[in-house]
């Protein structure tokens, strides 16, 4: 008997998370100018967000609150939640399918798949997960007008987020992890990268949409703690929206030529 698996397989996902405001949605966009890589656009939902095109995974506002989700256990979707069956998976394909056109691969964004890689990795596993970071003072600077809490309240909770992406990274087989302040820096480089990371051909024109970074906007926003300054310095972060130098890129991929290509285009300047 043939492979149905195999012949059914028509497409893998990348999917792209991270704490609001942190560049998910830049860095979306980019992915989807890639060859063989198919996007969601002009969907009545915000930003284009997959999580709200679907009911396969409850998803409201309250699921997706920002800096109130990445620490809530309630949203944080692992192999042993119980959405780990194969209905879960058929029901995101039959929902999404209306929103993705012809490509190898399909990018689906949304801040919140910052804690649910695992599940959904469960769910299909050829998937692979590109998390963006941006400096936590900016973040907390640029949610504030949303979020009714004091700075470093929100500085905590960047810093409790990505304590538990750490955990997560671990569970994870394909998963590379990008810095806004880097991607911004950098962005013919880092869609290189992530085209190598798809094992895709490498882009011959550079980003079409003018990329920059904004973080000079939030001069004199509320600095970290120094022990804040001790947690997030394992990311590349420091007071004063300071970037520390010689972080290595983090790049999780099963073959290592993938990892290798992906890393050297990381090191471009």
Same mark, same amino acid.
């Given at each position: 008997?043939?492979?149905?698996? @195999?012949?059914?397989?028509?497409?893998?996902?990348?999917?792209?998370?991270?704490?609001?405001?942190?560049?998910?949605?830049?860095?979306?966009?980019?992915?989807?100018?890639? *060859?063989?890589?198919?996007?969601?656009?002009?969907?009545?939902?915000?930003? /284009?967000? +997959?999580?709200?095109?679907?009911?396969?995974?409850?998803?409201?506002?309250?699921? +997706?609150? *920002?800096?109130?989700?990445?620490?809530?256990?309630?949203?944080? =979707?692992? $192999?042993?939640?119980?959405? /780990?069956? #194969?209905?879960?998976? $058929?029901? #995101?394909?039959?929902?999404?399918? *209306?929103?993705?056109?012809?490509?190898?691969?399909?990018? $689906? @964004?949304?801040?919140? /798949?910052?804690?649910?890689?695992?599940?959904?990795?469960?769910?299909?596993?050829?998937?692979?997960?590109?998390?963006?970071?941006?400096?936590?003072?900016?973040?907390?600077?640029?949610?504030? @007008?949303?979020?009714?809490?004091? &700075?470093?309240?929100?500085?905590?909770?960047? #810093?409790?987020?990505?304590?538990?992406?750490?955990? %997560?990274?671990?569970?994870?087989?394909?998963?590379?992890?990008?810095?806004?302040?880097?991607?911004?820096?950098?962005?013919?480089?880092?869609?290189?990268?992530?085209?190598?990371?798809?094992? =895709?051909?490498?882009?011959?024109?550079? *980003?079409?949409?003018?990329?920059?970074?904004? /973080? &000079? $906007?939030?001069?004199?926003?509320?600095?970290?703690?120094?022990?804040?300054?001790?947690?997030? +310095?394992?990311?590349?972060?420091?007071?004063?929206?300071?970037?520390?130098? +010689?972080?290595?890129?983090?790049?999780?991929?099963?073959?290592?030529?993938?990892?290798?290509?992906?890393?050297?285009?990381?090191?471009? %300047?």
């Amino acid at each position: 008997m043939r492979a149905a698996g @195999k012949s059914a397989i028509r497409h893998r996902y990348l999917f792209v998370g991270g704490l609001h405001r942190s560049g998910t949605s830049l860095l979306s966009r980019m992915i989807g100018t890639l *060859p063989q890589v198919a996007q969601i656009e002009d969907a009545p939902v915000p930003e /284009n967000e +997959g999580a709200y095109l679907q009911g396969a995974i409850p998803h409201d506002a309250l699921s +997706g609150r *920002p800096m109130h989700f990445a620490t809530d256990p309630a949203q944080h =979707l692992t $192999e042993d939640h119980p959405l /780990n069956r #194969l209905a879960t998976r $058929e029901r #995101l394909e039959v929902d999404w399918a *209306p929103w993705f056109g012809p490509g190898t691969w399909r990018v $689906e @964004k949304s801040p919140v /798949n910052l804690t649910r890689m695992r599940l959904l990795q469960q769910l299909f596993p050829l998937s692979q997960f590109v998390v963006v970071l941006r400096h936590p003072e900016a973040v907390a600077a640029a949610v504030a @007008k949303w979020v009714d809490a004091p &700075a470093r309240a929100l500085i905590d909770h960047w #810093l409790d987020a990505h304590d538990r992406l750490a955990i %997560d990274l671990d569970h994870l087989h394909s998963v590379m992890v990008l810095r806004y302040e880097d991607l911004t820096d950098r962005p013919a480089a880092h869609l290189a990268a992530v085209a190598a990371f798809l094992d =895709l051909p490498a882009p011959t024109v550079p *980003p079409a949409e003018t990329v920059s970074n904004r /973080n &000079a $906007e939030y001069r004199g926003a509320a600095p970290l703690t120094d022990g804040q300054a001790d947690r997030a +310095g394992r990311w590349g972060y420091a007071p004063k929206l300071a970037i520390l130098a +010689g972080q290595p890129p983090i790049v999780r991929h099963p073959l290592r030529a993938v990892r290798t290509a992906t890393e050297a285009c990381l090191r471009k %300047d």
